[in-house]
């Protein structure tokens, strides 16, 4: 590349497979949902299906007989359910992440995962929510956190970190799926426009919100869409940032700690990524998606891995040096602890599946092969796991009085529990890709070279786009930023 | 539904009005023709009588559709009913019908008291003085009860031996009292189906066995009962040998103080009771002897013993403690110098000290002993100092050229032995505190209770021997459990198989009661009529609270009965005692007085004896004994601090009280040294068999106890009872009595002890042992105390870093006229008055000095706040609902000796507390007077708090630990506490029931002075006690208003070495720890 050409931006080039045209994306991704799903679908669906109902169990005995079933105690007063909690929440980063910042960066790579990442998002923050619900010893009285006014003089303590938590994570989860859904409109209207059913007219068509795809609908619709990315990119630090706040404002060593905002939102991106490379490679083979979401898409992803990776190797790191930078001998004792005491297990997984594992993608090829990203993702989402284990469980176990010290194992029902929101989470998933369009297909449209008038290779219709596609009318609006 | 009659048109309807409106319309029927007849239906007047209102209940819906179908029956064809009414009425009775079976509630009958019984105010406890007795001491109690109901035991102030205070034990007696498994009938023929009989038939059987008895003179009757302090009792045994003399009364009971008495017999010529005031001393040497723990009058010993002990100033004099123990005691926690000795060493050790003692210049040891043990050598391994340092500080006072000025007596030392130990070392024992000059100036002698008590052992054996031979004929057993708990080499069970009648009178259908032909239920102490007599002569009444519940009698009553006193009954029998001591003057004013105060009045009281000790007989008992070799293991046999002797077996309060020394739950084990473990190649929970030369080999799980003597194995007794202790106590620890001979109840040599294979698991509350260097249990020597006063202070410092916000002062101590706060619940609704008192600053003071780590405040707090109990497993999960903890620490280097930190830790309700900030609900929240409340009701469980907590002290119900309590144990709850309910956290209130309910006596004190003033009185110090400083023997904990100067909490939170827990944290917690100071002899090394 010479000094006179114009620096190429990551994410710049193609994005979609060479004869890949308006006409064969909204052909692939419609399709998906117009076909019968495939049996692969179904064993799936079956699987997660019955996790779900496992929870459903799961939590009617809990709720029945209480908290004790799982395997908390004093002093491990949260154990598997806020892990459970934070990790969703992380996993659910990835989604505003990929579709707000990446979007105000103009980052056009991400029209390939931000669907599925949104939709994941979505999705990972329910089974979040599930978690603070239940592992109350009272969840019938779940609402008391809420600024409700009553007979009972009651109001909740907006000191508490938990309360933040109930706005941050509500908002997060609005916004989100505001996000999701305004971003699906035009494609709902895409497969009303195909559907040969009226019932299944009826209801994309409901759902399309009467979208025709109008000069004023789609400018309306690209204020919405800025709005609420920018809306959502504050969200995107808040949320996990206050999270930590429930760690980082209490006063046990381990937990209060000042570089827990930062450290948790690198934590969370990362493990979001990786969620969103563990679906998207099932569903890229299982649905042949090759052409739009391309390797290069997957290595972009592997880099942001690499990099949230080593930050959150740096938190770690970091956490170390000022525990015994501070002189503080808890906070020494503790970190030793976490590492060489009763659960170091849990810290080396952690530490080789979060800070190791990751360091894999500087090589090229590694970073281009799918099985091994597929293997890497997964590890880094039990790393992410064990993170929030260790965060919670060694720094409860071990703190201020030795008198009172503990040790906590999990019970069955700690295990099904969490098996359960897998179950759930896949459930909403495998639901979604057979129901709604899993690739945002205008968004796709918009960064071929087709729909670039003026772009590169001359004008954009010379590749045999197709004027067939109803929503051709659309790409100018961001071709010409 | 069958009460109620269907409404019946009657016949004759013709002229008056079937149907009417209005009483007006009833009697004018005429205007019936107005209303229209498509009403009609609403009209029908009600079955049951109810009156018109704009609901209309069920009953009238139903007599609407019935009057419907009297109607039809009535054959008066209604053309109007079509179908679909017909449907809607038929499917309307129906769900009335339905619906008016659930409304079907038992008939229950609410009587007010229409004539209320005296001095019952609904709400308002009374509190009845009655006494106890309680491992060989008779304590004087104040029970409180709710309308009849006790609930919880308290000591009585007035009664010298409890002194107000109480211990786990007697806390966990009120719950004895609601045992659901106490039996409640006569039982006749035994075995495992005996049949159902009543009191009156064994009356009536009793009866014709006596004339028969009577006829021989009672020949092959024995009478076996426990050691008695009851002048009743005795009274009752008297009227019994009256009557039948040839019958012979045994004694019995497994933790047997027989060798102190027969100590003083050898010492002095005539059976006494030593009584030590170990506030006096200033050197104790405790040989085997857990006098805090488990020696008769353990509770005075405990209270003096920190007399001795507490420091205001740094200029306070101390006692020092020396103790030699086999194993770790309460008494070796609180020693200042701890030897590890096996207990047959004890002797050695003892002999080689007086033969020092006996070269003490001073020390005028009697010449016989003096020659009797000169040239005694000390046990292996035991260090010089240990001899000479040791006895250089017993004789420091004798010897010392001039005592300080104004002290007028000196202060002494004194040696004690323990009970395991045998006669002559208490005798050589009572030597040497003579030849210190102890003797009437800390050691007091005093009469016994009974005089013709025989040595346990030897009297049950003489008994054993007589069954064998066949010489037995009725055995009547008043209360303990032989077959359970008597040697084994005494084949007690099997030898009572051979006696033709067996009486058992007993609390539970127990392993006696089984294999006996009689079985009686005994009344509970709060239950019936009794006296006792303290160690010190003080006698005291016991006052039953309540009927018994499980129609028991007492064992005085019960031997009454069978030695003929006309007026067996308890009451009468207990009068007719008392009258006889104090004369018939004034009897009713005697008595009445008595009952009030706890304490006898007018009877007359014994005082300390003077008696010198027998030279010779010393000498020769002396000589006559050779001390024991010490080599090979040894077996040592312990009164739990649980379970005591297996009598309180069945309590889930004690079961659950983690062991003051190992911290265990709901099991015993076999405890063994860290060095003996490692010899054995066995860890904590490894079964082991102890095998006694004479007893049966016992498998029991080895518990490593730091502190323990090597190659010496320490059994508690009192476990393992299997389905025959109860419900709670069914699957619980081990059963050592198996190992038990005759000639080792205290403690056994030449066993063999190996790992048997296979583990048990042994659940503890407390698991990590060090403090791993943290300031938290902070001690230092009288040395440096006297040094650096705020040495506590040094090592946890307050940070002077203020918080960024404005701090809420809740220790504004002025009334709002002199521009301070006063506390009104809603301030605004009704702001407070310029004239309320000011506000309260509740505070806690725990004196570390002189808390020996009994545990009664454990069982106290769960007594007083209806804390559940949880289970082993649950406490192994890390689920026990204590309010109050005792932690325990092992402090210095040697893992085989070290010392022992002690700390009670209980919700330290922090100014500034973590847990209030962090629950999002305000659940938990301050009050203006600085207490951290849980507000119950809005707990939703998020467990931060919990999390947040920095001791670690809120408790959470993981599950629901009130679901399956027995409606009779229900009984026992604190009707001013909440029962908590699952998923809701609690901890220490600071008793807040208790602040309120002496908040609403000095309210109802309110007056009006001269100036026409409002005067709030103020809670005054000392009025209002939360349960755990209530109940604390030594007086460790303290509670008081903190803005009153003159209240002791005040003072004491205040002294040099105070220090909060974890201050570094900045929580500003309202409970004040006193730093632990212990007193080692330099010169020790």
Redesign the interface.
Request: hydrophobic letters at 40%; a negative charge; charged letters at 20%.
């Given at each position: 590349m010479g000094w006179n050409e114009p620096i190429e931006e990551i994410g710049e080039g193609r994005l979609v497979s060479k004869g890949t045209g308006f006409k064969q994306i909204t052909d692939i991704v419609s399709g998906v949902t117009e076909k019968k799903a495939p049996r692969g679908w179904w064993i799936l669906f079956g699987i997660s299906a019955t996790f779900t109902a496992i929870l459903g169990a799961t939590i009617g005995y809990l709720v029945w007989t209480g908290i004790g079933i799982w395997g908390n105690n004093s002093p491990v007063g949260w154990a598997w359910d806020i892990t459970n909690f934070v990790w969703w929440i992380g996993i659910g980063h990835a989604g505003t992440l990929i579709s707000a910042v990446l979007y105000l960066f103009r980052q056009y790579w991400r029209t390939a995962i931000n669907r599925f990442s949104e939709a994941m998002t979505i999705f990972a923050v329910i089974c979040a929510l599930l978690f603070p619900t239940i592992h109350t010893g009272r969840p019938w009285f779940i609402y008391y956190p809420l600024p409700i006014p009553n007979q009972m003089n009651m109001w909740p303590n907006f000191k508490s970190p938990l309360l933040w938590d109930v706005f941050a994570v509500s908002t997060y989860f609005t916004v989100s799926l505001l996000f999701w859904y305004v971003g699906l409109i035009p494609d709902f209207a895409t497969l009303r426009d195909r559907a040969k059913h009226k019932v299944r007219r009826w209801i994309y068509g409901f759902l399309a919100f009467g979208w025709r795809g109008s000069n004023r609908h789609w400018s309306n619709y690209e204020r919405a869409y800025l709005i609420l990315a920018a809306l959502s990119t504050p969200l995107v630090l808040s949320v996990h940032s206050v999270v930590s706040f429930d760690f980082a404002t209490s006063v046990e060593p381990g937990w209060h700690t000042t570089i827990f905002p930062p450290y948790f939102v690198a934590g969370a991106v990362f493990s979001g990524f990786a969620m969103v490379m563990t679906l998207l490679l099932i569903a890229r083979t299982v649905y042949g998606l090759h052409d739009l979401v391309r390797i290069r898409h997957l290595e972009l992803m592997n880099k942001i891995m690499l990099t949230t990776g080593s930050l959150v190797g740096y938190a770690y790191a970091m956490e170390f040096f000022i525990a015994w930078y501070s002189g503080n001998e808890y906070e020494r004792f503790i970190f030793i602890n976490r590492a060489f005491g009763d659960y170091w297990w849990a810290y080396w997984s952690m530490v080789s599946c979060n800070v190791i594992s990751p360091q894999l993608f500087w090589f090229k090829k590694i970073r281009r092969s799918i099985p091994a990203m597929f293997v890497i993702s997964i590890i880094i989402n039990i790393g992410m796991w064990f993170e929030r284990f260790v965060i919670i469980v060694t720094s409860l176990h071990h703190d201020f009085l030795p008198s009172a010290w503990g040790n906590f194992s999990p019970t069955l029902f700690d295990i099904l529990t969490f098996m359960g929101s897998l179950g759930l989470f896949f459930t909403a998933f495998l639901l979604f890709l057979r129901w709604i369009p899993m690739i945002a297909i205008a968004e796709v449209k918009m960064v071929i070279p087709e729909a670039d008038p003026h772009g590169a290779g001359g004008h954009a219709l010379s590749e045999g786009g197709s004027h067939d596609d109803s929503h051709g009318s659309a790409e100018p609006a961001l071709a010409e930023e | 539904m069958s009460k109620r009659l269907p409404y019946q048109v009657p016949a004759e309807a013709s002229d008056r009005p079937a149907i009417w409106r209005s009483l007006g319309e009833k009697a004018e029927p005429g205007r019936r023709d107005r209303t229209s007849v498509e009403e009609t239906s609403v009209q029908v007047p009600r079955a049951d009588g109810a009156s018109g209102s704009s609901f209309v209940p069920l009953g009238g819906l139903k007599a609407k559709a019935e009057a419907k179908k009297a109607t039809k029956t009535n054959g008066e064809p209604s053309s109007r009913v079509g179908r679909r009414q017909f449907f809607a009425v038929g499917g309307a009775t129906a769900a009335a019908v339905g619906l008016s079976g659930c409304l079907r509630r038992p008939a229950e009958h609410i009587l007010p008291y229409s004539q209320a019984p005296e001095y019952t105010v609904p709400g308002i406890p009374l509190h009845y003085a009655t006494s106890v007795s309680h491992r060989g001491e008779a304590l004087g109690l104040l029970v409180e009860s709710h309308e009849g109901r006790p609930t919880k035991i308290e000591g009585n102030p007035q009664h010298p031996a409890s002194q107000g205070v109480t211990d786990a034990q007697i806390q966990g007696r009120i719950l004895d009292l609601y045992d659901p498994d106490r039996s409640a009938h006569v039982l006749q023929g035994g075995g495992d189906d005996p049949t159902e009989a009543s009191w009156s038939a064994f009356d009536a059987w009793w009866r014709e066995k006596a004339e028969e008895l009577e006829a021989s003179g009672g020949r092959g009757l024995r009478i076996l009962a426990p050691p008695t302090d009851s002048p009743s009792f005795l009274r009752a045994r008297r009227a019994l040998t009256e009557r039948f003399p040839e019958a012979r009364v045994h004694t019995w009971t497994p933790v047997s103080y027989s060798q102190l008495r027969e100590g003083t017999r050898l010492a002095f010529g005539e059976p006494l009771h030593a009584l030590v005031d170990y506030a006096r001393p200033r050197a104790i040497l405790a040989l085997d002897c857990d006098f805090l723990g488990s020696e008769p009058g353990f509770l005075r010993n405990a209270r003096r013993f920190a007399a001795g002990r507490r420091m205001r100033q740094p200029t306070d004099e101390m006692n020092r403690l020396y103790c030699v123990e086999g194993t770790l005691s309460l008494t070796g926690m609180n020693a200042d110098h701890r030897l590890r000795l096996a207990p047959s060493q004890v002797e050695r050790y003892l002999r080689a000290l007086a033969a020092k003692l006996a070269d003490t210049p001073g020390v005028q040891l009697r010449p016989a002993v003096a020659a009797a043990v000169r040239g005694a050598e000390a046990p292996a391994g035991v260090p010089a100092a240990w001899i000479e340092e040791v006895a250089e500080d017993l004789a420091a006072d004798l010897t010392a050229e001039e005592r300080p000025r104004g002290r007028r007596r000196r202060r002494g030392a004194v040696v004690s032995v323990g009970w395991r130990q045998p006669a002559h070392v208490h005798a050589l024992a009572h030597a040497i505190n003579e030849a210190l000059g102890s003797v009437g100036a800390s050691v007091f002698l005093y009469d016994p209770a009974d005089a013709e008590e025989p040595a346990h052992a030897q009297s049950l054996g003489e008994l054993a021997e007589a069954m064998g031979a066949g010489e037995v004929d009725t055995l009547v057993m008043l209360g303990g459990n032989p077959v359970y708990d008597a040697p084994a080499d005494l084949g007690f069970a099997e030898k009572l198989g051979q006696v033709d009648t067996t009486i058992h009178l007993s609390s539970h259908v127990d392993e006696t009661s089984r294999a006996s032909t009689w079985h009686l239920p005994m009344a509970h102490e709060l239950e019936s009529w009794g006296d006792h007599r303290s160690l010190d002569g003080t006698i005291a009444i016991q006052q039953p609270l309540i009927a018994p519940l499980r129609g028991g009698r007492s064992d005085a009553e019960v031997l009454a009965m069978l030695g003929g006193i006309r007026a067996w009954r308890g009451y009468h029998l207990v009068r007719r005692t008392l009258r006889e001591m104090t004369g018939p003057d004034g009897f009713d004013r005697i008595w009445r007085r008595s009952l009030h105060r706890g304490v006898a009045a007018g009877a007359p009281r014994s005082r300390p004896r003077g008696a010198a000790v027998r030279d010779a007989e010393v000498a020769a008992a002396l000589g006559e004994h050779e001390p024991a070799s010490g080599e090979g293991w040894e077996a040592e046999f312990l009164p739990s601090y649980q379970t005591y002797d297996g009598r309180q077996a069945n309590n889930p309060w004690l079961l659950e009280m983690p062991d003051p020394v190992t911290k265990l739950v709901w099991d015993n084990a076999a405890y063994v040294s860290p060095a003996s473990a490692e010899e054995l190649g066995v860890r904590t929970g490894d079964l082991l068999t102890v095998s006694v030369e004479g007893g049966q080999p016992v498998e029991i799980a080895a518990f490593v106890l730091p502190g323990q003597a090597d190659h010496v194995v320490s059994l508690p007794l009192g476990f393992g009872r299997g389905e025959a202790a109860g419900r709670y106590g069914a699957d619980v620890g081990f059963d050592v009595y198996p190992a038990r001979t005759a000639a080792s109840l205290g403690f056994a040599t030449g066993v063999t002890v190996r790992p048997a294979g296979g583990r048990y698991e042994l659940v503890q509350t407390?698991?990590?042992?060090?403090?791993?260097?943290?300031p938290?249990s902070i001690d230092a020597t009288l040395e440096q105390y006297r040094e650096t006063p705020n040495f506590a202070q040094w090592r946890t410092p307050t940070p002077h870093i203020g918080p960024l916000w404005t701090q809420v002062d809740y220790t504004e101590p002025r009334p709002p006229a002199q521009g301070g706060v006063s506390y009104e619940p809603y301030p605004e609704v009704t702001p407070p008055r310029p004239d309320a008192p000011p506000r309260y600053k509740w505070g806690f003071v725990v004196d570390l000095t002189t808390c020996t780590g009994c545990s009664a405040c454990v069982v106290a707090c769960q007594a007083e706040n209806n804390i559940p109990v949880v289970g082993k497993r649950?406490v192994e999960?890390?689920?026990?609902m204590h309010w109050m903890?005792l932690?325990?620490?092992f402090v210095g280097d040697d893992d085989q000796d070290p010392q022992v930190a002690l700390?009670p830790?209980a919700c330290q309700h922090c100014e500034e507390a973590?847990c209030e900030?962090?629950?999002?609900?305000?659940a938990t929240v301050h009050s203006p007077e600085g207490l951290n409340d849980m507000a119950y009701n809005?707990?939703?469980?998020?467990?931060?708090c919990?999390?947040?907590c920095?001791?670690?002290v809120?408790?959470?119900?993981?599950?629901?630990w009130h679901g399956d309590v027995p409606e009779l144990r229900q009984m026992q709850f604190n009707p001013n506490v909440t029962v908590r309910?699952?998923?809701?956290?609690e901890k220490c209130t600071y008793c807040v029931q208790r602040i309120q309910y002496a908040r609403i006596r000095a309210r109802t004190e309110t007056v009006v002075n001269d100036d026409g003033d409002v005067e709030e009185r103020r809670i005054r110090p000392g009025e209002l006690t939360p349960a755990c400083a209530q109940a604390c023997p030594s007086s460790a904990l303290v509670f008081g208003d903190l803005n009153d100067t003159e209240s002791p909490v005040h003072e004491l939170a205040h002294l040099d070495r105070q220090y909060k827990l974890?201050a570094h944290?900045?929580?500003q917690p309202r409970t004040t720890y006193l730093g632990k100071i212990r007193n080692p002899n330099s010169e020790m090394g």
């Amino acid at each position: 590349m010479g000094w006179n050409e114009p620096i190429e931006e990551i994410g710049e080039g193609r994005l979609v497979s060479k004869g890949t045209g308006f006409k064969q994306i909204t052909d692939i991704v419609s399709g998906v949902t117009e076909k019968k799903a495939p049996r692969g679908w179904w064993i799936l669906f079956g699987i997660s299906a019955t996790f779900t109902a496992i929870l459903g169990a799961t939590i009617g005995y809990l709720v029945w007989t209480g908290i004790g079933i799982w395997g908390n105690n004093s002093p491990v007063g949260w154990a598997w359910d806020i892990t459970n909690f934070v990790w969703w929440i992380g996993i659910g980063h990835a989604g505003t992440l990929i579709s707000a910042v990446l979007y105000l960066f103009r980052q056009y790579w991400r029209t390939a995962i931000n669907r599925f990442s949104e939709a994941m998002t979505i999705f990972a923050v329910i089974c979040a929510l599930l978690f603070p619900t239940i592992h109350t010893g009272r969840p019938w009285f779940i609402y008391y956190p809420l600024p409700i006014p009553n007979q009972m003089n009651m109001w909740p303590n907006f000191k508490s970190p938990l309360l933040w938590d109930v706005f941050a994570v509500s908002t997060y989860f609005t916004v989100s799926l505001l996000f999701w859904y305004v971003g699906l409109i035009p494609d709902f209207a895409t497969l009303r426009d195909r559907a040969k059913h009226k019932v299944r007219r009826w209801i994309y068509g409901f759902l399309a919100f009467g979208w025709r795809g109008s000069n004023r609908h789609w400018s309306n619709y690209e204020r919405a869409y800025l709005i609420l990315a920018a809306l959502s990119t504050p969200l995107v630090l808040s949320v996990h940032s206050v999270v930590s706040f429930d760690f980082a404002t209490s006063v046990e060593p381990g937990w209060h700690t000042t570089i827990f905002p930062p450290y948790f939102v690198a934590g969370a991106v990362f493990s979001g990524f990786a969620m969103v490379m563990t679906l998207l490679l099932i569903a890229r083979t299982v649905y042949g998606l090759h052409d739009l979401v391309r390797i290069r898409h997957l290595e972009l992803m592997n880099k942001i891995m690499l990099t949230t990776g080593s930050l959150v190797g740096y938190a770690y790191a970091m956490e170390f040096f000022i525990a015994w930078y501070s002189g503080n001998e808890y906070e020494r004792f503790i970190f030793i602890n976490r590492a060489f005491g009763d659960y170091w297990w849990a810290y080396w997984s952690m530490v080789s599946c979060n800070v190791i594992s990751p360091q894999l993608f500087w090589f090229k090829k590694i970073r281009r092969s799918i099985p091994a990203m597929f293997v890497i993702s997964i590890i880094i989402n039990i790393g992410m796991w064990f993170e929030r284990f260790v965060i919670i469980v060694t720094s409860l176990h071990h703190d201020f009085l030795p008198s009172a010290w503990g040790n906590f194992s999990p019970t069955l029902f700690d295990i099904l529990t969490f098996m359960g929101s897998l179950g759930l989470f896949f459930t909403a998933f495998l639901l979604f890709l057979r129901w709604i369009p899993m690739i945002a297909i205008a968004e796709v449209k918009m960064v071929i070279p087709e729909a670039d008038p003026h772009g590169a290779g001359g004008h954009a219709l010379s590749e045999g786009g197709s004027h067939d596609d109803s929503h051709g009318s659309a790409e100018p609006a961001l071709a010409e930023e | 539904m069958s009460k109620r009659l269907p409404y019946q048109v009657p016949a004759e309807a013709s002229d008056r009005p079937a149907i009417w409106r209005s009483l007006g319309e009833k009697a004018e029927p005429g205007r019936r023709d107005r209303t229209s007849v498509e009403e009609t239906s609403v009209q029908v007047p009600r079955a049951d009588g109810a009156s018109g209102s704009s609901f209309v209940p069920l009953g009238g819906l139903k007599a609407k559709a019935e009057a419907k179908k009297a109607t039809k029956t009535n054959g008066e064809p209604s053309s109007r009913v079509g179908r679909r009414q017909f449907f809607a009425v038929g499917g309307a009775t129906a769900a009335a019908v339905g619906l008016s079976g659930c409304l079907r509630r038992p008939a229950e009958h609410i009587l007010p008291y229409s004539q209320a019984p005296e001095y019952t105010v609904p709400g308002i406890p009374l509190h009845y003085a009655t006494s106890v007795s309680h491992r060989g001491e008779a304590l004087g109690l104040l029970v409180e009860s709710h309308e009849g109901r006790p609930t919880k035991i308290e000591g009585n102030p007035q009664h010298p031996a409890s002194q107000g205070v109480t211990d786990a034990q007697i806390q966990g007696r009120i719950l004895d009292l609601y045992d659901p498994d106490r039996s409640a009938h006569v039982l006749q023929g035994g075995g495992d189906d005996p049949t159902e009989a009543s009191w009156s038939a064994f009356d009536a059987w009793w009866r014709e066995k006596a004339e028969e008895l009577e006829a021989s003179g009672g020949r092959g009757l024995r009478i076996l009962a426990p050691p008695t302090d009851s002048p009743s009792f005795l009274r009752a045994r008297r009227a019994l040998t009256e009557r039948f003399p040839e019958a012979r009364v045994h004694t019995w009971t497994p933790v047997s103080y027989s060798q102190l008495r027969e100590g003083t017999r050898l010492a002095f010529g005539e059976p006494l009771h030593a009584l030590v005031d170990y506030a006096r001393p200033r050197a104790i040497l405790a040989l085997d002897c857990d006098f805090l723990g488990s020696e008769p009058g353990f509770l005075r010993n405990a209270r003096r013993f920190a007399a001795g002990r507490r420091m205001r100033q740094p200029t306070d004099e101390m006692n020092r403690l020396y103790c030699v123990e086999g194993t770790l005691s309460l008494t070796g926690m609180n020693a200042d110098h701890r030897l590890r000795l096996a207990p047959s060493q004890v002797e050695r050790y003892l002999r080689a000290l007086a033969a020092k003692l006996a070269d003490t210049p001073g020390v005028q040891l009697r010449p016989a002993v003096a020659a009797a043990v000169r040239g005694a050598e000390a046990p292996a391994g035991v260090p010089a100092a240990w001899i000479e340092e040791v006895a250089e500080d017993l004789a420091a006072d004798l010897t010392a050229e001039e005592r300080p000025r104004g002290r007028r007596r000196r202060r002494g030392a004194v040696v004690s032995v323990g009970w395991r130990q045998p006669a002559h070392v208490h005798a050589l024992a009572h030597a040497i505190n003579e030849a210190l000059g102890s003797v009437g100036a800390s050691v007091f002698l005093y009469d016994p209770a009974d005089a013709e008590e025989p040595a346990h052992a030897q009297s049950l054996g003489e008994l054993a021997e007589a069954m064998g031979a066949g010489e037995v004929d009725t055995l009547v057993m008043l209360g303990g459990n032989p077959v359970y708990d008597a040697p084994a080499d005494l084949g007690f069970a099997e030898k009572l198989g051979q006696v033709d009648t067996t009486i058992h009178l007993s609390s539970h259908v127990d392993e006696t009661s089984r294999a006996s032909t009689w079985h009686l239920p005994m009344a509970h102490e709060l239950e019936s009529w009794g006296d006792h007599r303290s160690l010190d002569g003080t006698i005291a009444i016991q006052q039953p609270l309540i009927a018994p519940l499980r129609g028991g009698r007492s064992d005085a009553e019960v031997l009454a009965m069978l030695g003929g006193i006309r007026a067996w009954r308890g009451y009468h029998l207990v009068r007719r005692t008392l009258r006889e001591m104090t004369g018939p003057d004034g009897f009713d004013r005697i008595w009445r007085r008595s009952l009030h105060r706890g304490v006898a009045a007018g009877a007359p009281r014994s005082r300390p004896r003077g008696a010198a000790v027998r030279d010779a007989e010393v000498a020769a008992a002396l000589g006559e004994h050779e001390p024991a070799s010490g080599e090979g293991w040894e077996a040592e046999f312990l009164p739990s601090y649980q379970t005591y002797d297996g009598r309180q077996a069945n309590n889930p309060w004690l079961l659950e009280m983690p062991d003051p020394v190992t911290k265990l739950v709901w099991d015993n084990a076999a405890y063994v040294s860290p060095a003996s473990a490692e010899e054995l190649g066995v860890r904590t929970g490894d079964l082991l068999t102890v095998s006694v030369e004479g007893g049966q080999p016992v498998e029991i799980a080895a518990f490593v106890l730091p502190g323990q003597a090597d190659h010496v194995v320490s059994l508690p007794l009192g476990f393992g009872r299997g389905e025959a202790a109860g419900r709670y106590g069914a699957d619980v620890g081990f059963d050592v009595y198996p190992a038990r001979t005759a000639a080792s109840l205290g403690f056994a040599t030449g066993v063999t002890v190996r790992p048997a294979g296979g583990r048990y698991e042994l659940v503890q509350t407390q698991e990590h042992h060090s403090m791993e260097g943290r300031p938290l249990s902070i001690d230092a020597t009288l040395e440096q105390y006297r040094e650096t006063p705020n040495f506590a202070q040094w090592r946890t410092p307050t940070p002077h870093i203020g918080p960024l916000w404005t701090q809420v002062d809740y220790t504004e101590p002025r009334p709002p006229a002199q521009g301070g706060v006063s506390y009104e619940p809603y301030p605004e609704v009704t702001p407070p008055r310029p004239d309320a008192p000011p506000r309260y600053k509740w505070g806690f003071v725990v004196d570390l000095t002189t808390c020996t780590g009994c545990s009664a405040c454990v069982v106290a707090c769960q007594a007083e706040n209806n804390i559940p109990v949880v289970g082993k497993r649950q406490v192994e999960l890390g689920r026990e609902m204590h309010w109050m903890r005792l932690d325990r620490y092992f402090v210095g280097d040697d893992d085989q000796d070290p010392q022992v930190a002690l700390q009670p830790v209980a919700c330290q309700h922090c100014e500034e507390a973590p847990c209030e900030n962090v629950c999002p609900v305000n659940a938990t929240v301050h009050s203006p007077e600085g207490l951290n409340d849980m507000a119950y009701n809005r707990c939703i469980g998020t467990r931060y708090c919990m999390n947040n907590c920095p001791y670690k002290v809120r408790r959470f119900n993981f599950l629901d630990w009130h679901g399956d309590v027995p409606e009779l144990r229900q009984m026992q709850f604190n009707p001013n506490v909440t029962v908590r309910m699952r998923g809701v956290m609690e901890k220490c209130t600071y008793c807040v029931q208790r602040i309120q309910y002496a908040r609403i006596r000095a309210r109802t004190e309110t007056v009006v002075n001269d100036d026409g003033d409002v005067e709030e009185r103020r809670i005054r110090p000392g009025e209002l006690t939360p349960a755990c400083a209530q109940a604390c023997p030594s007086s460790a904990l303290v509670f008081g208003d903190l803005n009153d100067t003159e209240s002791p909490v005040h003072e004491l939170a205040h002294l040099d070495r105070q220090y909060k827990l974890l201050a570094h944290v900045g929580t500003q917690p309202r409970t004040t720890y006193l730093g632990k100071i212990r007193n080692p002899n330099s010169e020790m090394g």
